[in-house]
């Protein structure tokens, strides 16, 4: 059994690890923070827990946390993560963040998108948790850097195409929509039930944070520097994430033949399915789930192909995905905690 | 192992039983019928599916599926399970009907708000399958009749009261509200998205069929006949029931009091939940699961006690219950396969 | 033309005002305040404005608004509108008041739900702005206390029962569900799309606010006092009430004699519709409306009528009628804008 | 007052159209026509219009519709209406079609996206019905041939930057989100509330037939043939289009400079809303109207500009420029009937 600590638990990320968590066969929840709920339950705080985690939530010392836990998951806002991530590994803990602190590999690219980095010395050791790229790097890893949500739905639905050079990587236009969980749990107007619902808008174009992390994965894939075009929308859905992804193809490929590169690139992986011919994903038969479900079509008209891929953003873009790399950190079975059939409707 | 086959495979209440069973650790699925979509992969219809359970449907031959299947769970309207229920007990399978065909324990009030019935010497045979008070009558079941959505909810609310005389039954009013899903996947202009987005409103008022059953079961935990005013509603979410029970109190308990007879019922109870003082359920907080969560408020101004309940109509209100019933039948774990969190958001 | 202001403009019941009457046609709107926005144009916190308004907030300052307005709409929190409206009136304009400090007739009771109040000498003064009950005192009114959102749905769908002694009034209860823009557009946790969305929960039961002013009302409309059961529940739709109410009849009518009763009441009101009997409202056929449709069912099993009321809470609920109240102030024609075809779907 | 008549009054369009023309002052509706409901009134289809529009709907009976109305509303089914738009016309109606069937210039390329078509004479006189684009034409018409939704929003979004040159026509991509009474009100599977509900897909990649209509227009803005990639999604919400275009700018003009061109060519149409700097469209803003607020980034990265446009699909993208193009071709003034704000939340 794997002692863990969930940092953060009062937040979406936080309650969707919780519910994970309690279900993995060779885990022990042996600590929950919340500085906002010290002393709360979290089932009082999430009453769906009741009856499988009633933890009261601890405030946030290191000392105190790292004295009982193997692992930690960092579930905090960037920023918040940097200022206990070194003093967990200090302790001898192994970390899994969820925030942005150690997802990029320069310091300079951080700060310009964020702000000033308190211990780029990590940058180098953490690893960036997408299995289907790090697997053997992520088993050894004492700092798994948990990808973004849209990251995430991004790189894998083009990881086939730029690592076989299909595509002409100047030419990549992402256009993605993330359900309202994806904002997180903070108060704030524009998250507000009647601002959501029946409503539907682009934000952060052209400047969203998780431009650099794409571009800095998809330019490892490509071998050169890539410059992309990203917008993110806002769907009035709790959960999931649809990314359309346009490239221009170097040479005729059919969808036929663009679907074979696929389902021998991701023949393997437990939790990527690709779509027949003919068929599109939608978020709601993922819901729930650590899968990332993938279709294309190339349009020969315009010479681009469409690749769409749809993951649950609390999950594969989070949570889920954080477990997964937990397992493969202890050499449990990669799917344990994580054999979910996607509820619909 | 037990073999199983899902007849109806194509509604919600198949994907659900599909989606419950594929996660059970003694269940062979080994048929799924629909009419409809004979000769086509379940997940096909339900791409949820895919990596879980890709049978084909074949047509609903009884002899045929009963050569193969020790328990058939026959998720057919009303009508059509009584035109194979008999042949697959005939044929030796055990079955939990998901239909209303065998609830009612009379002919006379079956055929006043059905239609008439071809096997009404069943009735007496047939167990009704609210584990929560027939336990140990469906653990020897041959058949058993799955309860319905609205029933569901109401009795386990009503139940302390009744059993323990604290309430004037024929005070008895329950206003409930349905998730669209209780609506089925037929196709009819009402189930419309357009037609139900932010809409609300009441249906079948004073005529819904699930009137006598819940009369039924409220009257034996009575004593007496039982005549309830049921209001049911269309609500624009996918799953979930909640009810709202008004009863007038015989004696003056307090809220305290009437929830400790709810908490010493449901003890032993794995999927009753009772909420504390001051706290009442949601829909959101059972999502998925095969719980009914439970709170209550007494109201001394008016002297009526009002209790309200929450179920996922598709788990606990159907497909749920029904694996529930059938572990009791094979002696397994009353849990098994129904081990889920609840996912939220 | 009428010099209008809006005191309190950034809320829902704000920008609702301002959508109604900017259409009207003998309005000018000389004022909008807001403390939060002060200087901030409202189309830039309502961009559905754009076009129509585009008046900058002010603080509220009594006197310089007063100054300017013949009428103050004041759309402010209970207990923040006494402490402008006395100065409002002392400045000689006339008031129509959304929040609920001048709905009561009694102080003990106002205080005893609410908190102390500072001009209880306007009890008297102040008309319950409900046009179909009160049109000839709201016409000479200085202030007009705008009805509650849940009473007006409630006492409309009463009203014809009670003026004709049809119902036991002691066996009222009313079970009533809103759209989340009822909770305001103050953000807090509760009112976060997540956790309103594919959710339903009731809340407050037996001690919302709105209880006495329903009772009062009733009770004058009973001719002795009336005590109620009323249970709200929260809706994921943006707007729309359903009241459901249940009562026992004194003599055994039909569902056709009590709609000729209720035809008969409301045949000169412009804003109710009564259905035909066999149907029954939905809030999605009167948004963004003044209307109230009321349909109900005799159960002749029970002995109980159940009457169901729909309105758009921001409309008939709200703005709408406030609007409808100022029509009668002045003398203009009761629908002048508030001749909106309902938007379905 | 002009007598006109709607051809298909029982779907969303149909509707729509009614909510509007019974607002408009100088409008008699002398008819509506459905198959479906023959007989019935349409307030009994669609309860909103009790108390506006009660007419019964008749069959589609040429010469009996034309012998009353002046103009033609045909909100039919592509196919459906070429087989009465000629008989109108020849009865001497002046006709607006909201169908496909008269927005194509070219036989060939109608013939290949729909199917045969069988009076194609009309194609050089029907005027596609883009108000911002050829109000002249409109205003003499006798065929005006209504755009599509996404084609409006699309061409209202890059006219200036086609009409100036500004962008690379070859590079455009057009992610387009609508709501679903897009899909009609005809029954299917896939259009039900729990398929569509907390979903969210692209269908039709690559050959939606919106795509030639869309091509067309942009390819005579341009001057030239243009070949586009555009994607549809499903958005779950009743109403609006949101579509978010790219294109590779030529110079490297900024988002300021965009912006002006964009003031100047909309700066006197009524209905186009250009957004400030720094603001971005969303559906909720124009719901209800006949607005389509448009809002732009360039993104000196990519060298991109990136346009968001919105509409309400039912009203800009159909009924609403039906009817103003029905202003035009009678000379009344172009706001009658859609002077409406929009309703928010």
């Known amino acids: 059994m794997v002692k863990v600590a969930v940092a953060g638990a009062s937040g979406y990320t936080g309650v969707e690890l919780l519910r994970l968590l309690v279900g993995h066969p060779l885990v022990d929840i042996c600590a929950v923070t919340s500085r906002q709920h010290e002393g709360v339950p979290v089932n009082r705080i999430f009453p769906s827990l009741t009856g499988f985690c009633e933890l009261s939530c601890e405030p ?3 000392d105190v946390i790292a004295a009982r836990a193997d692992l930690v998951f960092t579930a905090l806002p960037h920023k918040s993560a940097m200022d206990v991530v070194p003093g967990f590994l200090a302790a001898g803990c192994r970390v899994v963040d969820l925030s942005a602190d150690y997802r990029l590999n320069d310091q300079a690219t951080y700060e310009h998108w964020y702000q000033s980095h308190t211990s780029p010395e990590l940058f180098s050791e953490a ?6 790229r790090y697997r053997e790097q992520i088993k050894k890893a004492r700092l798994v850097a948990n990808p973004g949500c849209y990251p995430t739905s991004v790189i894998l639905a083009l990881t086939p195409l730029l ?7 100047r030419s990549l236009i992402i256009d993605s929509k993330s359900g309202t969980s994806g904002a997180g749990r903070g108060i704030k107007e524009g998250s507000l039930f009647c601002e959501v619902n029946e409503g539907f808008k682009a934000y952060a174009i052209g400047n969203h944070r998780h431009t650099p992390e794409i571009e800095q994965e998809l330019g490892q894939l490509a071998g050169f520097e890539v410059c992309i075009s990203f917008t993110p929308h806002l769907l009035p859905v709790n ?3 649809l990314s359309t992804c346009y490239a221009s193809l170097v040479k005729g490929h059919s969808t036929a033949e663009l679907l074979d590169f696929y389902q021998q690139r991701y023949a393997d992986e437990p939790f990527v399915r690709i779509l027949p011919e003919g068929e599109l994903p939608n978020i709601a038969y993922v819901r729930g789930t650590n899968f990332c479900d993938i279709g294309l079509v190339v349009d020969p008209r315009t010479g681009r192909v469409i690749v769409v891929s749809v993951i649950d953003n609390l999950v594969k873009g989070a949570a889920g995905q954080a477990l997964h790399n937990m397992n493969l950190m202890y050499g449990f079975n ?3 905690g994580l054999e979910i059939v996607p509820t619909f409707p």
């Not at 690893?127 to 289907?132: A, T």
């Not at 690592?163 to 990587?169: G, N, P, V």
């Open 239 to 241: 959960r999931g994430i």
């Open 163 to 169: 690592e076989h050079q299909l595509i002409d990587a």
């Open 334 to 336: 990669e799917t344990n």
């Open 60 to 62: 946030l010392d290191v």
């Open 127 to 132: 690893i960036y948790g997408l299995p289907e």
